[in-house]
């Protein structure tokens, strides 16, 4: 449990940073084939949702370097070192998908240097969630080193950045169909399941390890309760979701669209009238204030049932750092 609590930067990393690169894969191939190009470019300056998520997980990380030099053991680590790989891989990701994310503003979506830019993005964050779930396979830490803790990672980054691509898509005004809606849901419900599997077979596999002044055993009480609090925050963030969907349906996700149209309209109509009389000036004030009330009410089960499959993803770090046991005395 001391190890856990002394590597919480790291927790955090690991459980907010591959979801911000999920979610980010998710919402810019959305946003790539969408049929309306224009709503696909809308929906790629929304890119920075994920790309801050991701951010602030590696922002977290720093803290364990301790001071700034020793970033350049990190740099010099490259290719041997799988925490290094993890770091540059995280640099990589933001700085390609931070380009893409830029350029969606003065630049059309679908021309050849920006799909070029996406593939490398979407390449980058596959690479980023790939080292940090491989960064821990230390032959050393009995605990860590098995095969399952990797598939474990990706089951949780899907899980919670299925939620955070959806939120990005709805923040940005994107026609969120029902089928689309109902796949995101299902990607992070699959694999919110997967991960208790995964889960269970690690704590049979973990159970069994003991050194000579340690047993693993001891640690199943902490494992089995990870489990039960996943499940009840993951659980409980697929129900959001999905009372989020039943309330949009496909009919009432063309009626908001349709409501959010025209209060932009009359944001305009009004903003125009507000140039010449007070009265205009209160009605657009009147109106922008009701369109951002509806859009944050749009959003409000979306990011809880974000909120709470990341803080179910934390619980699952927060787990595999606590039951950390070398090999040997």
Not at 198 to 208: F, K, M, P, T
Not at 226 to 232: H, K, M, Y
Not at 318 to 325: G, L
Request: with cysteine; glycine share 6%; charged share 15%.
């Amino acid at each position: 449990m001391e190890m856990a609590f002394s590597e919480i930067s790291l927790v955090v990393f690991t459980a907010i940073a591959p979801a911000g690169a999920v979610g980010y894969v998710l919402m810019a191939l959305v946003a790539r084939f969408a049929r309306d190009a224009k709503v696909g470019e809308r929906a790629d300056r929304f890119l920075v949702i994920p790309l801050l998520l991701a951010l602030v997980g590696l922002i977290a990380s720093a803290t364990h370097l301790g001071t700034p030099a020793n970033a350049l053991y990190v740099i010099t680590g490259l290719g041997r070192s799988p925490l290094s790989n993890e770091v540059a891989s995280a640099a990589a990701f933001l700085a390609l998908g931070g380009a893409y994310w830029i350029l969606a503003f003065p630049y059309r979506q679908r021309t050849a240097p920006k799909t070029a830019l996406l593939v490398a993005s979407v390449t980058a964050a596959a690479a980023f969630v790939h080292f940090v779930s491989r960064a821990y396979a230390v032959e050393s830490i009995v605990t860590w080193d098995n095969p399952i803790a990797p598939f474990t990672q990706w089951a949780c980054a899907i899980a919670a950045g299925a939620m955070v691509a959806l939120v990005g898509l709805r923040a940005a005004r994107f026609p969120v169909g029902r089928k689309l809606a109902v796949a995101l849901t299902a990607a992070s419900a699959l694999a919110a399941v997967a991960c208790v599997c995964l889960l269970a077979a690690e704590l049979q596999i973990v159970s069994d390890m003991r050194t000579v002044t340690t047993n693993a055993a001891d640690m199943a009480p902490l494992l089995t309760m990870q489990i039960g609090v996943f499940v009840v925050l993951a659980a409980a963030g697929i129900v959001c979701a999905c009372v989020n969907e039943r309330r949009s349906g496909a009919s009432g996700e063309g009626r908001v669209e349709g409501e959010a149209e025209s209060a932009r309209k009359t944001n305009a109509e009004a903003s125009a009238g507000a140039r010449s009389s007070r009265v205009g000036r209160g009605t657009a004030t009147a109106s922008v204030n009701a369109g951002a009330r509806s859009s944050l009410r749009a959003l409000a089960l979306p990011i809880a049932a974000t909120i709470l499959l990341l803080a179910a993803c934390f619980i699952v770090r927060f787990a595999f750092y606590a039951m950390y046991m070398t090999a040997g005395i």
